[in-house]
């Protein structure tokens, strides 16, 4: 190997952990062509997980560190939501087993080349946008920032985001809070998540924030998800429900039907199934 070749693998030593990916456009903007990473794959510095993707050598590819990579390297605004993040957050008894689901929220696309990893689970990509007026805030804003320009994107961070460490080199896994994870689930009613296991899980959730969960619920643009909030939230009666100002959060108007032949709930004017109580 040249000397050209060892400064160049040196630097890349430098910038791209172990273990973590980047695909090839990444590669060129850090000046290696392909001609240098097929001999670099050739000698085993390099590997190359899928068509346009690389990482050096280390460990179990599994989806963290997919997820990990996108944002901390490839700067992606995405993080790990709904189900998901709730099941890393300690909330996984009460969900399904069976789905090999990664729920991830953003607000730009993942890269195609995602899904052609060799991986065992499926990622659901949903735009933040749909959700939350601003979901951006949520995705780009650092936390931990106080200064005057950036203490308001902060602030809403903290109620969106949390960062996790993942792995040895302890980068931090950017997934949403339990106050948000519970609102992204609420979304997936009735047609991919259950009316029991949101109850269920709901029952569990008796140490959210309620200041974030009134930044989100303030924010949050579908009235659907609001309703089923606040419905599945009277149920158990939690301490935080009293603390929320109800008032500052705009519910709609009419009915909704969410579940078809359930009953109408006169609260929250949505179809409710029939084999949950008439509330609590």
Known sequence: ??????GKLNKLERILPEGLLVDSGWMNENGYPNSLRAKYVASGRLE?????????????LDWPVAVLS?????????????????????????????????????????PTWLTDLPLDVAFKYHPSQKLFRSARYFEVARLG??????????????????????????????QSTPERAILELLDELPDHESFDQADQLMGALATLSPRRLQRLLEDCVSVKVKRLFFYFADR????WLKA????AIDLGSGNRVLAKGGRLDPTYKITVPRSLDAGQ
């Open 236 to 239: 158990h009666g939690h301490a």
């Open 1 to 6: 190997m040249s000397v050209q070749m060892l």
């Open 145 to 174: 920032e106080d200064s005057s320009e950036t203490g308001l994107l902060a602030d809403w961070a903290r109620a969106a985001v949390v960062d996790t460490p993942l792995g040895h080199w302890q980068w931090p896994l950017r």
């Open 70 to 110: 996108l944002q901390a390297l490839l700067d992606y605004s995405i993080v790990v939501g709904g189900r998901t993040a709730l099941e890393l957050q300690g909330y996984a008894h009460y969900l399904p087993a069976t789905r090999k689901e990664v729920h991830l929220y953003g607000d730009e696309t993942p």
């Open 244 to 247: 929320l100002d109800r008032d």
């Open 48 to 60: 190359r997980t899928a068509r346009r993707v690389y990482r050096r050598p280390r460990g179990t």
